[in-house]
Nanobody, 114 residues
Framework: VQLQASGGGLVQAGGSLRLSCVASESVIGISDMGWYRQAPGKQRELVALITGGGSTNYADSAKGRFTISRDNAKRMVHLNMNSLKPEDTGVYYC?????????WGQGTKVTVSS
């Protein structure tokens, strides 16, 4: 497994979750890392990205509630999600971009109950 995600689960609206993803040593030349989400019946969409230098980009729906961070030494990316809403429900996929290709994690499910 080249990208391993963890941290999903069931939470009530208004609650918090922290997602984590670690890239294996076989993933070489990582530039951006981040998270996408796929809600039931919808296309996969960007949630947040972070560059190797720490610049971030968030979907409008995530701004002010989610924080992405990265530990380059540990090859990890995290997503702190606060004030969760039912519409945040979906499968969250981590991504690692390299000069050759994108790598995707296996997905971790987040369910926010109202």
């Amino acid at each position: 497994v080249q990208l391993q995600a963890s941290g999903g689960g069931l939470v009530q609206a208004g609650g918090s979750l922290r997602l984590s993803c670690v890239a294996s040593e076989s993933v070489i030349g990582i530039s951006d890392m981040g998270w996408y989400r796929q809600a039931p019946g919808k296309q996969r969409e960007l949630v947040a990205l972070i560059t190797g230098g720490g610049s971030t980009n968030y979907a409008d729906s995530a701004k002010g509630r989610f924080t992405i961070s990265r530990d380059n030494a540990k090859r990890m990316v995290h997503l702190n999600m606060n004030s969760l809403k039912p519409e945040d429900t979906g499968v969250y996929y981590c991504i690692a971009r390299t000069f050759l290709r994108n790598y995707w994690g296996q997905g971790t499910k987040v369910t926010v109950s109202s």
